[in-house]
């Protein structure tokens, strides 16, 4: 099984930039598919954005494309997001996630199996 620990959230103002990073431990040479998805108080789930871990390719969500990039680094295990030129609409928490090679660059949920606790960021307006 595969752990994931997010981090870097916090309070940013619009404009501003993060960088979120999700730490990857455990069975790590299972790792396919990973992404970043994020829920705004009483709202659903989102696709924010994926990477393949194998070869790289990326995907993002029409809101974040341009502003966000999505990276890995396979000797320390992470997968960071940079948020650059954030909105207020990006407030949420933000989860990373990963799932098998079935999941590679998918925008659903249900199609990942692992989930860290998540990390919460809030742009002030």
């Known amino acids: 099984q595969v752990q994931l620990v997010e981090s870097g959230g916090g309070l940013v103002q619009a404009g501003g930039s993060l960088r979120l990073s999700c730490a990857a431990s455990?069975?790590?040479?299972?790792?396919?598919?990973v992404a970043w998805f994020r829920q705004a108080p009483g709202k659903e789930r989102d696709f924010v954005a994926g990477?393949?871990?194998?070869?790289?390719?990326?995907d993002f969500a029409d809101s974040v494309k341009g502003r966000f990039t999505i990276s890995r680094d396979a000797v320390k295990q992470t997968v960071d997001l940079q948020m650059n030129s954030q909105k207020p609409e990006d407030t949420a928490g933000y989860y990373c996630?990963?799932?098998?090679?079935?999941?590679?660059?998918?925008?659903?949920?249900?199609?990942?199996?692992?989930w860290g606790q998540g990390t919460k960021v809030t742009v002030s307006s």
């Open positions: 990477i393949s871990w194998s070869v790289g390719t990326t």
């Open positions: 455990g069975r790590t040479y299972t790792l396919f598919a």
């Open positions: 996630a990963t799932g098998p090679r079935s999941a590679v660059l998918s925008t659903t949920p249900l199609d990942y199996t692992v």
